[in-house]
């Protein structure tokens, strides 16, 4: 075939193709926005923000181009698609924004609305000479059109507002931080006492049904504010009133009392929940809907476009075959389209409204006639349906370098002087039950063991290693003292020891001592937790510089630089081989970070049983954890929660959820 040949069929078909693209990549949103939530496929994120980017190039170029193809009499059904290019620019309800970058762009999609609707009204008043009879279906069209694209735009500057520093929307959370959040959270916690009232009962009859189900969701929506407030960073710590402490105590002593299964599965369905709805609100329309509006305002939209498009099928099915019907001389392909655009509207709009009765929102309403709805939520999302991916990325410095000095020749002196092996040696790990039972354990202790709250000054926006400091002093003897000080001194009290520092000694010193016990009796479970949290903390320092800054970025460079040393003096050495190098006697490696995790993997093998070893080091990456999760930004947060979930994401809402901001002394609170 010619290229004139290729280019004649263009010609004729490009605008039909053209449109039909542009419905295809709202299908593709559609069926797939919501699903990112909870999977960290890159393909799957590759995916929608192509279509994601096209969809409003490809329905913006196409609504340009419609008065080329207007001139034959046959193509006049052409500027029928004028509004549905407008339906288009509106997105889809599960993906109002592919990323919190997107939301900051809500002017530029305003000033999008008004100049395309002026387009479009323009091309058509200019343009239109078929027949009157598809007049009150395009005017239908541009209603629902119209008030699509409105809705993202609307969607984009809510959730902006939530997250702009200086908007109004800080200043009214400021002002309000003493009164509201607390109220809030009396809310928040006097609901969940009664759920889970309700819920252990249930679980001595053994699992939780549908009504115990319910009532977790209801209880995350009561704390939806809250959590959204924390998450956002909209709202410091707050001093809870002493005298009403009970109102938070009587809720974490239901969820300690109940069975450790029960409690891991009550906690953290719990927090996923309302990181389920935080991730509506701030990245569909529907969500933003269902939070700002009234339940009448916000099915009120919906129902409006949704009729305008049936009627418009209907007069234009009228229109076409009814008596009188329009010219037989309109392009047969054309009104295919034409159809096609009709029930595709209509098809979303119904899909769209089953997603919104399937979803938490109703129930949070508390309308009676909804717990029948409960029926179909429970069904469309399961108890036992995770709500997020439940997986956490792991980096192992030491393995990493490894692996980049195995590459050799051509190919691998490419990939290192590009740069290209940056993401390499990142891999993920499921989040085991035993992990989420051992975070959960030790904020319980946290949050209901008043002797550590006299012991802690509680204060997360620094880490001073507190949770070791009072593991060591209750599980090692006087006859283990010079063990304990070793440790402290080696690993925690130095002043200048920043984070990232002692999280790459720890990193180092977990890897040895894992390895060291590795030729012993099988190793105690927490063992491996400790290993898979040491890779994780050690992934948000070293590859999403959490915390890190010049000086963390720095300490890490020299560290790989050391092993590369190593590797290069010792080629072969596999990642055991290598640390038992760094460990033994006469050692040529004296970088501070490697010498420190030398000496502290002493002092802990010294210990003589597995079990309190590993305790500890557990103890310390619980600590870790739980001090990023307030710290490292509201951006982080936001962001991941649209790519399968941060398991640091779920500690910090998990800290909110035993009330542990609202416990601090007094001394501690930060305003």
């Not at 995916?47 to 969809?55: E, S, T």
């Not at 992990?435 to 949050?447: D, T, Y």
Request: hydrophobic share 45%.
């Amino acid at each position: 075939m010619s290229l004139a040949r290729v280019n004649q069929l263009w010609n004729k078909w490009e605008i039909q193709c053209l449109v039909l693209v542009s419905f295809s990549l709202q299908v593709c949103l559609h069926l797939f926005g919501s699903i990112r939530k909870r999977n960290m496929s890159r393909f799957l994120s590759l995916l929608l923000w192509l279509a994601y980017l096209l969809a409003d190039y490809v329905a913006t170029f196409t609504l340009g181009r419609l008065t080329l193809h207007i001139d034959d009499p046959r193509h006049q059904l052409v500027l029928f698609w004028t509004p549905f290019l407008l339906l288009h620019l509106g997105g889809q309800e599960t993906i109002a924004a592919f990323s919190m970058e997107d939301t900051a762009l809500w002017k530029r999609h305003l000033l999008g609305l008004v100049s395309q609707v002026v387009l479009a009204v323009y091309i058509v008043a200019k343009s239109w000479r078929a027949d009157k009879k598809l007049l009150a279906p395009l005017v239908l069209m541009f209603i629902s059109g119209t008030i699509k694209y409105a809705e993202r735009t609307w969607a984009l500057m809510t959730a902006s507002s939530t997250m702009a520093p200086g908007s109004s929307s800080m200043a009214d959370h400021v002002m309000r931080v003493q009164d509201d959040v607390i109220d809030d959270a009396k809310s928040y916690f006097s609901e969940l006492a009664n759920v889970l009232s309700g819920v252990e009962q249930k679980q001595q009859q053994g699992g939780l049904d549908d009504m115990a189900y319910q009532g977790l969701v209801r209880a995350a929506g009561k704390g939806l504010r809250m959590c959204l407030d924390f998450l956002t960073d909209m709202t410091p710590f707050v001093i809870w009133p002493q005298n009403e402490e009970c109102i938070i105590r009587q809720a974490v002593s239901k969820i300690e009392g109940s069975n450790p299964e029960a409690r891991v599965q009550v906690a953290y369905k719990l927090v996923e929940i309302q990181l389920s709805l935080v991730y509506d609100y701030l990245y569909t329309k529907y969500g933003a809907f269902q939070f700002r509006l009234s339940l009448i305002s916000s099915w009120m939209e919906r129902l409006v476009t949704f009729a305008s498009t049936c009627t418009a099928l209907a007069l234009f099915l009228k229109a076409n075959l009814g008596e009188g019907s329009i010219p037989q001389y309109y392009s047969r392909e054309d009104m295919v389209v034409s159809y096609v655009l009709l029930a595709g509207a209509i098809a979303l709009d119904i899909s769209s409204m089953f997603l919104v009765m399937s979803s938490y929102w109703p129930q949070l309403r508390q309308r009676r006639w909804f717990g029948a709805a409960f029926i179909l939520v429970s069904r469309v999302h399961p108890e036992s349906k995770p709500l997020w991916s439940e997986k956490m990325a792991q980096y192992n410095l030491v393995d990493t370098c490894i692996r980049q000095e195995e590459r050799t020749g051509l190919r691998g002196w490419i990939v290192r002087k590009t740069g290209m092996a940056s993401g390499s040696g990142i891999n993920h790990t499921q989040v085991s039950t035993e992990l989420k039972k051992l975070v959960l354990e030790k904020l319980l202790q946290v949050a209901t063991t008043r002797s550590v709250n006299d012991y802690w000054d509680w204060d997360f926006s620094k880490y001073r290693g507190q949770w070791l400091q009072w593991e060591l002093e209750s599980s090692l003897g006087e006859e283990e003292a010079d063990i304990a000080g070793g440790i402290l001194s080696d690993g925690i009290t130095d002043g200048a020891l920043y984070f990232p520092a002692t999280a790459l000694i720890w990193h180092i010193t977990t890897e040895m001592c894992f390895f060291a016990d590795a030729d012993q009796s099988p190793a105690p479970p927490t063992a491996q937790i400790s290993l898979e949290l040491s890779r994780y903390v050690m992934y948000l320092v070293a590859k999403r510089n959490l915390m890190s800054g010049s000086n963390g970025n720095f300490e890490i460079g020299k560290a790989l630089r050391t092993v590369r040393t190593v590797l290069q003096r010792r080629p072969g050495l596999d990642e055991r081989g290598l640390l038992q190098f760094v460990r033994g006697p006469g050692s040529e490696v004296t970088e501070p970070c490697f010498s420190r995790a030398r000496a502290l993997a002493g002092y802990l093998l010294r210990i003589s049983t597995p079990s309190r070893r590993w305790e500890l080091i557990s103890t310390l990456w619980v600590e870790m954890l739980c001090y990023l999760g307030p710290n490292c930004g509201a951006p982080f947060h936001t962001k991941h929660l649209s790519t399968g979930g941060e398991l640091v994401t779920h500690v910090r809402i998990l800290i909110i959820t035993l009330g542990i901001p609202f416990l601090k002394p007094d001394a501690s609170a930060k305003f």
